[in-house]
């Protein structure tokens, strides 16, 4: 079993910046491909940005390109998403995912064997 734990979550206003944190234990020798996903209120949950298990590979939704980096530290089972120039529309719960199929990138979260509890991002306009 794997257990993620992200932190970095809060209240920031339209136009600054947050860093996200997901802490893996466990097997985590297991992990192939993470990701972070978001749910807004009334939303379906959606692909954000994954990275492949050496952070050779990135993708990421169109809608964050450009302002938001995903990166991974595997000597610290930990990977990051830094959010810089957040919109209104970026305020969501943030969601880590960790992938055992041994895919380098995963987009679809169903494919996704682990997830952590979500932290909270309000971006106020």
């Known amino acids: 079993q794997v257990q993620l734990v992200e932190s970095g979550g809060g209240l920031v206003q339209a136009g600054g910046s947050l860093r996200l944190a997901c802490a893996a234990s466990?097997?985590?020798?297991?992990?192939?491909?993470m990701g972070w996903f978001r749910q807004a209120p009334g939303s379906e949950r959606e692909f954000v940005a994954t990275?492949?298990?050496?952070?050779?590979?990135?993708q990421y939704t169109d809608s964050v390109k450009g302002r938001f980096t995903i990166s991974r530290d595997n000597a610290k089972n930990t990977i990051y998403l830094q959010m810089n120039s957040l919109k209104s529309e970026d305020t969501a719960v943030y969601y880590c995912?960790?992938?055992?199929?041994?895919?380098?990138?995963?987009?679809?979260?169903?494919?996704?064997?682990?997830w952590g509890r979500g932290t909270q991002v309000t971006v106020s306009s």
């Open positions: 995912a960790a992938d055992r199929s041994g895919s380098s990138v995963v987009r679809t979260a169903q494919r996704y064997d682990y």
């Open positions: 466990g097997r985590t020798g297991s992990i192939y491909a």
């Open positions: 990275v492949s298990r050496n952070g050779g590979i990135t």
